[in-house]
Every structure is written in C-alpha cells, then in structure tokens.
C-alpha cells in the first residue's frame, strides 16, 4: 500500500489519473485516512454533490494480508445526507484486491463537465477510465455481471446502482462478495450519491498477478494471526452465535430487551419477532438449501453472512442482516421474511441503505403512504424509488427529507441519518453514540448495545442515564481506531472481554508494519480520528445542539418500559471531552 | 393592546383560550413582540410543527391609530423552513383592527388531539373557537368568502390555504385587504405550515363598535402624524415612484444593474425585462381598466399596491410585487406577465410564499422537471402544490428541499430559505444580509439595496466588498426597530434621508405612548430584538457556518459583470458586533 491513486473526473479534456506517494497519509489505513484526507482538503462547506467534495476509498492497515477479518474497505466524504463527514464502510473483496495492488486509497475528485458515465478498471497493469454510458440505470447485479463478461470472474468491483446515479442521499455503494455478487454495502450517508456526481458508475479491481502483502517479521506476524484466530473462534459471540444464525441473533434479544424499533419507534417490542429472527432465519435456509453461515470476504473466520434462497432453493439475496431484518421488518411491522429478503435484494441492485430505507418507509408510512404492516405496499415504494418517480425520489433522500415533506413530527433521526435497531430509550448507552457520534445516528460508531445489553466489556444498564456517557465515548474512541485497521467491528466482541486477542490484534499490526505500537497507541489512534471528524463537522456548521436526539424521545414514553431517553444535555457534552 | 390573547388548541377537552395581562412584554409590539414571546417561551430545538411551537400575531406599536403606513402585523414563530426564529410580516386590514380591538398578540399554542380545523372568531364581545371541517383544503379566496357569508363584510381575515393545511414550509399566512381579499401575505419561512400545525384554518375579526387607538397627547401625536405624512408624500421614492409604478419600478433598476437573478441565478439580465417591468405593468393596468395605485390597508398614503386585470377587465389579483414578477418571471425565464399575474393569484389562493415558489419553480427548471421560459408548465406546477401531488409536495417545501431531492447543486438559499430578487454578486451589500440575517435570506431584513444601488442613505459601491458589512449592520439593526412599529418597511426610504421625517416617527411614538424615547432608544430596541433572535438561533444549532452564502456565489461569475461574491468570511462575522 505504497500509492494513492488519485482521479480528477473534471480534469479538462476528460478524466486523468495520477499515483502519487502516501506523503503525508503514510501510515494511515481505512477511516483514518478517509478522514484524514477528507478533512485536510474537503471544504466542509463545499455542496456535498459539487466538484470540491472528494470520495476516498481505502483499505485498512491490514487488508490484503493473510489476517483473517481484515477485509472492511473505508469509503469516505462530506455527506450529502448528514452534511458532516462520512466514513461507511463494507466487506466483500475489494479491501484484500485493493490492497494487494499496492493501493492506499482511491481519491475521486472533481466533477465532470457532462454526464458521461465512467468505469474504472485497475490492474497489476495499471489504471483505465473508460465512458461507458450503456451502464446507464443499471442495477448493481445486472452491472457486476456484465463486467464479469468483459473482465472475467477474478474481478471484484465497487459500485453504484440507480440510485447513487440519480444522487439520492440515501444510496450506497456495493461492494463485491466471494460470489462476485454485489451485497457488501458501504451504506451510510449517501455515499453512492457522491460516487454518483463524480459520474463513476463502478471501479473493476483485478488483482491477477499479485500476492498477499508481506510482514516485515513474518515469524511474529504467523504467531500473532494464529492468536488470534484462536481468540475469535473462542469467544461465543464471535465463534457461535454469529456464525450459527448472522446478526439477526439480535431479533429476539433485543425484542426481550424492550428496545426493538416497533412502527416508527412507537413501541419497543413487535409481536411478528419470531417470524423475522435469526434463529427463524437459519431454519429457513438450512430447510431450503441456502446457508446459514457463510463469509462475506475471503480471509473471514466469523462467518455471520449466509445465503438466503426461495421456496425453490434459488438464490434470492445474502443473508438479511439483523439491521435490515429490523428496519424494514418490525419498523415496517412487516413479519414476512421473504418479502424482507426480496427488500433486501432491491436495496442492493438499486445501491440503497438497508438502515435508511427501512426507517424512511416507516416515516412514510405514519404519513399514510402505506399501511404499517403491507409488504407488498413497501415493495412497491422501493421501485418508485428505483425508478426515480417523485415519490420514489422523496423516499430515496431518507427519512429526514420525507418527514419534512410529508409533515411528519416522529422522524427519528440525528444529523439527517436515521437511526439503526436500537431504540435509544430501552437502550440508553446507544442513544448517546447517536446523538454525538460524527456521523449521525450511527450504532456501528460506538456499539454500547454490547455492554447495556450483551454483557460484554462490563455491564452498564440499559434503562439508565449512569455511566452511559463514558460507555460511549470509549467505544467510539476504540472503535475509530478498529475501523483504521480493516478488521471487521465484529472481532470487538473478541477483544472487549479477551485482552490476549486484543494484543494478538496489536502484534499482527507491529510484526507487519515493523512497528511497536502500545494499547495506549491504539487508543490514541481512535482519538485522533474523532478529533479530525469532530474539527470538520465544526466547520460545516454542527454545534452541541446537533448533539441531540429528536425531541420526541424526551417526550414519548416507550412501551414496555415506558421510558423516555433520560442523559442530560449537559452529560451529552461530556462524550469528546478528551 | 393591554390583553394578550392566547389559545390552547391542545388543551383537554378541545381549544380553550386565555386573556392576559401583557405583563413582562408590556410595551412591545409587532416583530419585538413575537421574537420576545418566541425566545423566551418556544424551545429552539423543538419541532416546528409539535406542540411545542408557538404562532404569535402581533399588531405594531402604532397599529389601530391614525398615524398613516401603520397596518403590518408581525406574525413569529420556530420556522419550519429554517428552524430558526422566523418573524414575517403583511399588510392588509387584520394589524388594524386587533390593535383596536385591544390584543397585543394573538398566541397560539399545543397541538390538537386529531385533525379537526378550526375558525376563530373575534369581536368586542369576546373569542369564539369554532370546529369547522367544511373548510377543509378551501383556498383562501373561497375561504374568505364564506366567512363574509358567515360573517358579514365588515371583518378581516387571517388564513391559511391547503398548503398550510398540508403543513408545507413554503406556505404563507393570508391577511385580507381594503377590499376584503387574501392577497396580504406573511410569506416567508412557512409561518403557514405552523399555523395548520395548530389546527387554525382561520382568524376571522371584526371591529365593529371599536374606536381608532387614542393617543396619551392627541395634541402632539395629531402634530407628528401631520409631519410623518408631509414627509413620506414629499420624498421622491415613497410619494412618487411607489405611487406610480409600485414596487416593481425596481425591474428595469435592477435589471440595468445587472443584478436581477436570471434563470436560477445564473445570470444578471433578464432580456425580457422590459415586458415585465412595473412601466409596463402600470401602463397595462391603466389600459384594462385596473389600477396602478392602491392601498394595501386603510391609512396607507404610498399605495404602492394596485388592481390586475385581464383583457377583459376582469379583476384578477393585486397589482404583482417586484419580488413575485422577478422569482416567477426573470428568474424563472418568464416574461408573460398575464401568467405571472394568474402565478400570484395561485399563490394567494393556495397560501404561499411567492419569492420561495418562484426559486424554487427556477430550481426545480435547472433539475429539468420543467423548461425555463415555459408559464404554462410553471402555472401547472403550482397546481401540483395545491393538490399535494408528490411533487408538489416536494416543490411546496421551498427550494432547499427541491434541490436535495433533485440532487441540484445551484440553489440559491442561506439557512433553507430562498434568496429573494437581487444577486448578491451584483449587489455585495445585500448578500451580507441574505447571509447573516437572522431570518435566512430575506431582503426585508437589512435592505442594503438602498444605499448600493438608489442611492438612499448615501451611497456604497454595489460592487465592493468595503462598508457591505456596516451598512448591513446598520439597516438590520433599524429595520428590526421599524418592524416592532407596526409601520411598512417602506417608510425607511423616507426616514433614511429626511431626519426629520425620522423624528416625527419617534414623536408619534412618544406622543402616542407619553414616553421620551430617543434615536438611539430606537438603536437599542433594533438590537435588542436582533440579539434575541440570534440567540434563539444560537440554541436552535446555527453558527457562523450558517452565515453564508451557498458555495456557488464565490465559484460562479455573474454576468454581466463576471463578480463573484467578495466580501470575506471573516468580515460576515463582523456584522453582530454590537
């Protein structure tokens, strides 16, 4: 990862391309240099779809090594969903493809003086733009399979569907899985929209040719991969639970837990849950010939992924992840899980968050577009959307846009992302990453659900504001720092409770880098991150009042519990104190 | 005004009303009243459309008297377009006859239960709210007229059409004028959505068995009311220009200045300017038999409004506002004024704000939904409005909405809400305003126009960035005196250059009051209410960033001047050192 690839889409003449040194970025992997770079030369009041936004695309430190898990890639920008700084970041291969190449990052700068769309093809040969306007409105399945008719099967690429082409706030960019099927989303912030006005429908990576990254001390590097894979296989989390059922796990446990997001988080339990859950799920795809448990990247030991299949045993889509199941399922109060995975599989080819979906029809449908509950109904919501109708572009903006356009009071949202499956008042901890997390209503930012709910890294309580706030900041603080590596969140559940897998994770970075980083450096690391994320959402206007979560979690109680989220202003504050 | 009349349409049981004693805000009036009761009771973070929002109608100090030019009546509330303090206000006959039925402010407060609309009725004997479901998505013309029926002919009205009802941020407060008809408008910042938030259809007031306000030295006032209008009838702008041509005199200045925003902002000439101008509206409505001088309220001596008719004579709005012939004209390519007539009266009818819908007709033409130039698509959309089709919907939210969900980047906004008819590349002074007004754009909050471009308060070069900054300071601060008058901002071309037109305003006041206040008296209360609503601003999460204009006015050149906006960041932050 020796080069920055570097293209200028407005460069007169057309496109151009230059590789340049790391400079300065040397020694930064994933989040940490998407927001690195985004904030040293993005101006934070650019318009996010302008040409002085930039789309940073990089591997983390240890992507494209034998590691296992190291296979998250880091996309990063001004988002035109939240205005603030964006990192999303997502499996599947191209983080290891990337990185084998040599390729610290892709920038994409500039904007084209047309709508010309492009395709980018990189190889151990280098790097080609070609026009491309017959990949027009293509969905992302239909796109991968043509461009594995021109490139062959050894590829794996980077993409938009419709959506990101018609700039919508809530598209994503897909990335490809083992399968070279594109359902691997860095989803958050409408991301795809800013890839979109770069007029780049998709980046084709070939890595032919090339090898895994080498250690500088492969010895200690071979002993420390070795821990921890030992680590990961025996924390029940991450060496059971996750590969047994995928992240759907979490239906029923937070289902018990009062805190799942029920109609427009109106109510925090929903009785369709045992005909959504991850255990439900398994069944299904192990009674149908799909599979239950499977790896979104090469190189992945934890396996939460699956495949998920029709009555017929035809492939439908991947395993719908617990977010996905939950948003468009209980939010929804839809309990019909193979309308949830064909929902699924219309979000990846049209490249549209699952999350932001899913919350944005339930807003739409306290608006009366919809009945709570109709699946065929939300189905049909999610073409208008790939199509590009008026609604379907009002919906495709999130749920913020769509409760302004409709008048809706209950939109639940923070920075203008929704939020995720937690609801904040039967999970206190969580509402606090929403409010100060920079990027909005976030949970992979700072996963307080592990220790209010799960047990893991301590026990806080759930139902109350005590100790919530240091929870948060130093789960968001480590997890900058996990997000920098390209270690997928999930080796968290290891680490948190096994401080030998923590150090395994440590010594794999010092034996492959020559270095002898500390926990401390690490922490650091994470800090520095947030520190840079924080300085540019200053600068584009956020202040502790965009800290907040919306109004009606103080007002409305929520059943079960019947609690309102009950951390003060003033302890919400506290959270970047450091 | 010794009672303030406020009403619960949230309370148990149904609305229930209150009158009080003015108490802490005794002695306030028009726009220092609502920003008083909105800063100190409306929780900035709240939403705009909850129950937590408060609608205050306030006449001015001196409405209900018999000083001349004293009929605006202040209307604030949490802008649902700007999230912001907003304060619109509109002339007409309501400012009038609230004052002299004694309320300093009308408040109302709560949400309803369900969605029953509601009428309220004023007279001397008291307050009436009366549930009235056949008024439902009536326009304001049919609205008016059934509350004449109801009524009789000697009320006035304060309204909202459907898209208030529909709780759209680019909807407007209707107030009736001389001639009984909704063609007064609080405008801007969706003060209409706020009131259909409450469920208030209508305010409907009759005065009957009231006297005009008495003064505290009838001598004195009845002196000062004689030098007040001598002095308004004597200066050129307010006694001849306003007169002759109305606002829209302004056209062919602005235009000749290069600073009359062409098709979305992209240009500073307009080509079909001279069939839009007011010459040629003035010259038009003599011709048909309409009028080109007219009174927007009893006791105004400009009359700088006047009577559209068709060929045939038939009436079919109030004589066109510069600002509403420039959004749905210039800007949006169009010099038909006959289709610009039939917009405004569309806008009327509908209840919106015509300098919001003209930008964002021009947007929603750059993002191709319609051509520019084409009146008849442009008259079609407004229909979309009215209806609450989808897209009318997301037009009938403003333009900073409509560009997000077309994905457009030239939008003309600072703070969401729409720029109105000069381009601040061509007149440096009033982008200071647009940027740092606490309203969002909005030309009535500092009208540094006057001294770049007419030469009205001595003269500063329209095309420099030097003294932009002091002269924005000085108009906002004592256009936010004026407002609290109750008096028509156009007064201030009179009291800007004739010092003793200026005091004869304070000498009424005085007179009126029994007070001794001063000049600066007058500077202080200007910022007084400033720094109250910047505050209120300040909570509800803006910061300098917010005091901007839209990256495209420093990228862009205007022609035909080829500028682009100069004046420095830092120098913005200088306008609210006070």
Redesign the interface.
């Known amino acids: 990862m020796e080069k920055i690839l570097r293209i200028d889409m407005g460069a007169e003449g057309g496109p151009a391309f230059k590789i340049e040194e790391p400079g300065e970025y040397a020694g930064l992997g994933g989040r940490a240099l998407t927001s690195t770079i985004v904030s040293r030369e993005v101006?934070?009041?650019?318009?996010p779809?302008?040409e002085?936004n930039k789309l940073v695309i990089a591997p983390g430190l240890l992507s494209g090594t034998t590691a296992a898990m190291s296979g998250r890639i880091s996309i990063g920008c001004k988002s035109?969903l939240t205005g603030g700084i964006k990192e999303a970041n997502a499996g599947g291969q191209p983080a290891q493809m990337l990185a084998r190449l040599g390729y610290a990052a892709i920038v994409l700068e500039g904007k084209p003086k047309d709508d010309t769309l492009y395709k980018i093809f990189i190889n151990k040969d280098g790097v080609k733009i070609i026009a491309d306007n017959n990949l027009k409105m293509l969905g992302n399945y239909d796109l991968v399979e043509k461009m594995k008719q021109e490139y062959g099967d050894k590829i794996s690429c980077i993409s938009i569907g419709p959506a990101g082409e018609?700039?919508?706030?809530a598209s994503s960019i897909a990335c490809t899985d083992m399968e070279l099927r594109p359902t691997r989303h860095a989803g958050r912030g409408g991301v795809g929209?800013v890839m979109g006005?770069k007029g780049v429908k998709v980046i084709v990576i070939d890595d032919t040719g090339m090898k895994m990254r080498s250690p500088k001390d492969p010895e200690k590097f071979k002993d420390a991969t070795k821990r921890w894979v030992d680590g990961l296989r025996k924390n029940p989390t991450t060496g059971q639970g996750l590969p047994a059922y995928g992240t759907n796990v979490l239906a029923n446990v937070i289902n018990e837990a009062g805190a799942y997001p029920t109609r427009n988080f109106s109510n925090g339990r929903f009785e369709g849950t045992p005909k959504i859950s991850g255990e439900f799920q398994a069944e299904r795809e192990k009674e149908r010939g799909g599979l239950p448990t499977h790896g979104c990247h090469r190189g992945c030991v934890i396996r939460c992924s699956g495949i998920y299949v029709d009555k017929d045993g035809n492939y439908v889509t991947k395993q719908p992840e617990y977010e996905t199941v939950w948003a468009n399922g209980a939010n929804c109060g839809i309990d019909d899980l193979d309308a949830i995975a064909q929902m699924d599989r219309l979000y990846d080819d049209y490249g549209l968050d699952t999350i932001e979906m899913g919350a944005t029809l339930a807003v739409a449908m306290e608006a009366g577009i919809a009945s709570f509950g109709d699946a065929q109904a939300a189905i049909n919501l999610i073409h208008e959307v790939g199509k590009g109708?008026?609604?379907g572009?009002?919906l495709g903006?999130g749920a913020a846009?769509t409760g302004?356009?409709?008048?809706v009071?209950r939109v639940p949202v923070v920075k203008g992302q929704a939020m995720p499956a937690y609801d904040p008042r039967g999970i206190q901890g969580i509402g606090v990453t929403y409010a100060t997390s920079t990027m909005g209503a976030d949970h992979t930012s700072g996963y307080a659900v592990a220790t209010n709910i799960l047990g893991v890294g301590g026990k806080v309580d759930p139902l109350k504001p005590e100790g919530q706030v240091e929870l948060s900041r130093n789960l968001q603080i480590a997890t900058a720092a996990i997000d920098s590596t390209g270690m997928c969140l999930f080796v968290a559940f290891a680490i948190m409770d096994q401080p030998e897998t923590f150090h395994a994770l440590i010594d794999m970075i010092n034996a492959f880098y020559g270095l002898s980083l500390t926990a401390d450096d690490v922490t650091e690391l994470g800090k520095s991150v947030l520190k840079k994320e924080r300085e540019f959402n200053?600068?584009?206007?956020?202040?502790k009042?965009?800290d907040?979560l919306?109004?009606?979690f103080k007002k409305e109680p929520l059943p079960p519990h019947n609690i309102t989220f009950l951390v003060e202003d003033n302890e919400l504050d506290q959270v970047y104190n450091f």
Chains 1, 2 share one sequence.
């Open positions: 101006p934070p009041l650019c318009h779809l302008g002085n035109p018609m700039k919508m706030s929209a006005s109708t008026h609604l572009r009002i903006n846009i302004k356009v409709f008048g009071e200053t600068k584009a206007g956020f202040t009042e965009h907040r919306p109004e009606f």
